[in-house]
Each structure stands twice: as structure tokens, then as C-alpha cells.
């Protein structure tokens, strides 16, 4: 070898180095910076929560036995775990690191004084000195009486602007700041059922997309695939599009989780965040039941709910406080059952399961004869 030809692969074996002092400080800095995002996401709303116990009258005390609690310190060391492990999926390249979703500054902030100027009124229906009075008007009509409702004690129920606009806020504040992390433990099976795929020749559906977070999240991992976001409610469905964006790969529509009006194995895969435990029982079998005859036979459901008694046996005392301080009228009997078996009575059998903090995110795919009837609705 001559000495041109040494320094010549001297000063590549250099190059490759550099660039591999450069990807590992990239990945340094990118992890500081999804530490420091969530970290910050999390003292928000953990300011917000307990700024808002302060402003309210103590929860009422239940009439009832309760299980077993956790500890504030296993509660935050068990809310930590789910992001390392989301960190762990952004590393191994499943999907990207996530963006923060919302609105600009003032309107973020806007929001926040919402959220408190709420709090009274919810604070009231709490200890029943207000009526449950939903909004009048078109909007309500011939909505599921099961749906007209004022779930967690929110002003209007799911049937305002004003609830769309106060609701991201109200649920982050309820988990601390982990409400976006559980929902995008539903990406993790995706990425990995989408191994070998064409994104842009798969098809998704988010039933009881709400304002449209999970939404925002897949599009923004796997631009290329075409998305649609089904909920019963209006104003929820305007604050989805605002969070998405105009785009014509992600459409909204109006309509119902146990009437979906799409054809038979027409699907690739069903994400569902936070709806099962909102559902009567029947209805929740019937949504089940819609998502099976939609889906097609290689497809999956991911279903993002509550975690369910004998989850996390030693937190089963938060499931007995949770529809007793925040008006849950279905929770109690979704989390005295198992999804499973709802799942199975609808045709779907149960593929992977992951718990995320209070969550449990169930992964399913069609049983090998259904016995569900797949004709058109």
C-alpha cells in the first residue's frame, strides 16, 4: 500500500467517524429534546391540576369500599416508563419523534383561561347543584340519548365549541400531561403490522376521533396514507380538522361507532382512543362488531382505553373513585369486564396488549370465522 492510498483510507475511516460523532450527537440532542418537551408538557398541566384543587371544593367522599391506590411517586415513576419506552420505539425507528399539537401561544394560552373559568360550573354538577342541562338546538338532534350527556361534568357535554375547545385541556390535566403519550402507544403495533407495507396504499379509520389528536399523530408519522376520523360530534370535528390541517388524506365525518357507514372489508386498520369506556355495554359490543365487518381479513384494531380491574391489581381503587368524581356513566361496568371478551363476542380476537400508565392498549385482528355477519349496514 502506498502512503497516498494509507492517507486516503485514513481520511475516510476520518469521514465516517465524524459522521458517526454526528448521528450519535443528533440522537443526543434529539432525546434532550423530547425529554425536555414532555417534561415541560407534564408540569404544565400538573400546575394546572393542582392550581384547580385549590379553586374547588373537596371531591366527595364515596359511600362505597375502595381498592387498593397507588402513590404519587409510583404514579410518576409508572408515567416516566411510558415515555422511555416511546423513546426507546422513536430510536428503533418504528416512527418520529412527536411534535407538539395545538394551537399558537395566545390561543394555547386562551384555552387555559377557559379551562378555569370551567371549573365552577363543573365543580357544581359534581356536588349536584346544577342541572344537567345540555345545549339546544339542531346539533342535538337525533343524537343516541346514551351520547347526550354530560360525561366528566364538562359544560354542553360533547355538543359546543366551547366544550371542543376546553376539552384537550381537561384531559391532560386529568392524566398530568400524559393523555397524547397513551395515545400514541397505538402507533408502536401499527409500525410494526406496517413492516413490509406501502403506507400510501393503506387505509385508516380513528373511531370516536373527538378533536383529533391521534389523528394528527399518525398523519404526521406516515404522511402518505389516507386517514378518516369518524364522531358524533360537530364542534369536535371542526377542532379535529383545525389540529390536522386542510389535507385530502385525512377526512372527517359525522356519524356514529355502531353504524359505520363504510363497506365491508374496506379498512386496513381501526385506532379507537378513549371510546369503549364511554359506550353501554351493547353499544360497545355493537362498535365492536361495526369495526370487525369494516376491517379487512389482514387488518388490525387498536383500541386505547382505562385499564381494567386486574390490570394493575394494587391501582384498582382509582377505577372505584374515577366515574364517582368525574360523572362516568358506562366506566364501572367497562372496567368490571374485559375488552377481550367484547372483542370476541364481536368477531375480533386479541392479537398484543400493552398497559401505559392508566391506559391499555389492546391490539386485535379478525378471528378466523368471525361469525359476524359483513354485509353492508
Not at 15 to 40: E, G, H, I
Not at 54 to 78: C, H, N, Q, S, Y
Not at 192 to 208: I, K, N, P, T
Amino acid at each position: 500500500m502506498s502512503l497516498g492510498e494509507g492517507a486516503g483510507i485514513q481520511r475516510q475511516t476520518h469521514v465516517r467517524q465524524a459522521r458517526y460523532n454526528a448521528l450519535a450527537m443528533a440522537t443526543a440532542l434529539d432525546r434532550l429534546s423530547y425529554a425536555a418537551r414532555q417534561a415541560a408538557r407534564v408540569a404544565w398541566y400538573a400546575g394546572h391540576y393542582a392550581a384547580g384543587r385549590r379553586l374547588l371544593k373537596p371531591m366527595p367522599k364515596p359511600d362505597f369500599a375502595i381498592g387498593p391506590t397507588p402513590t404519587r411517586a409510583e404514579m410518576t415513576a409508572d408515567m416516566r416508563s411510558v415515555f422511555e419506552r416511546e423513546w426507546r420505539d422513536v430510536e428503533a425507528g418504528l416512527f418520529p419523534a412527536p411534535r407538539a399539537l395545538g394551537p399558537d401561544p395566545a390561543e394555547f394560552l386562551r384555552r387555559s383561561l377557559l379551562y378555569f373559568r370551567d371549573l365552577p360550573q363543573v365543580d357544581a354538577r359534581r356536588h349536584g347543584k346544577a342541572g344537567d342541562e345540555l345545549p339546544p338546538g339542531e346539533q342535538g338532534d337525533g343524537l343516541p340519548s346514551y351520547y347526550r350527556q354530560n360525561f366528566h361534568f364538562q359544560s354542553d357535554g360533547w355538543l359546543s365549541e366551547h366544550s371542543a375547545a376546553i376539552y384537550d385541556t381537561q384531559v391532560e390535566v386529568l392524566f398530568t400531561g400524559a393523555a397524547d403519550v397513551m395515545r400514541r402507544r397505538a402507533m408502536k403495533p401499527l409500525a410494526e403490522w406496517m413492516a413490509g407495507r406501502s403506507q400510501r396504499d393503506l387505509r385508516g379509520l380513528d373511531v370516536g376521533c373527538g378533536t383529533g389528536r391521534l389523528l394528527a399523530f399518525l398523519h404526521d408519522a406516515w404522511p402518505g396514507m389516507k386517514l378518516t376520523g369518524i364522531d358524533l360530534s360537530a364542534p369536535y370535528l371542526a377542532e379535529a380538522r383545525r389540529l390536522v390541517g386542510r389535507t385530502a388524506r385525512v377526512k372527517l365525518v359525522e356519524g356514529a361507532a355502531e353504524k359505520l357507514p363504510f363497506d365491508a372489508a374496506s379498512i386496513d386498520f381501526i385506532v379507537s382512543s378513549f371510546l369503549m369506556h364511554e359506550l353501554p355495554t351493547d353499544v360497545r359490543v355493537k362498535a365492536l362488531a361495526e369495526m370487525a365487518r369494516v376491517l379487512k381479513p389482514d387488518g388490525r384494531v387498536v383500541i386505547v382505553d382505562s385499564i381494567q380491574r386486574g390490570d394493575q391489581p394494587l391501582w384498582d381503587g382509582l377505577l372505584d373513585l374515577f366515574p364517582h368524581y368525574f360523572h362516568e356513566p358506562y366506566y364501572a361496568d367497562y372496567v368490571a369486564n374485559r375488552i377481550e371478551a367484547s372483542a370476541s363476542e364481536a368477531g375480533l380476537r386479541s392479537a398484543a396488549a400493552e398497559r401505559a400508565f392508566l391506559s391499555k392498549i389492546s391490539v386485535f385482528a379478525l378471528a378466523v370465522s368471525t361469525g359476524v355477519e359483513r354485509s353492508e349496514p
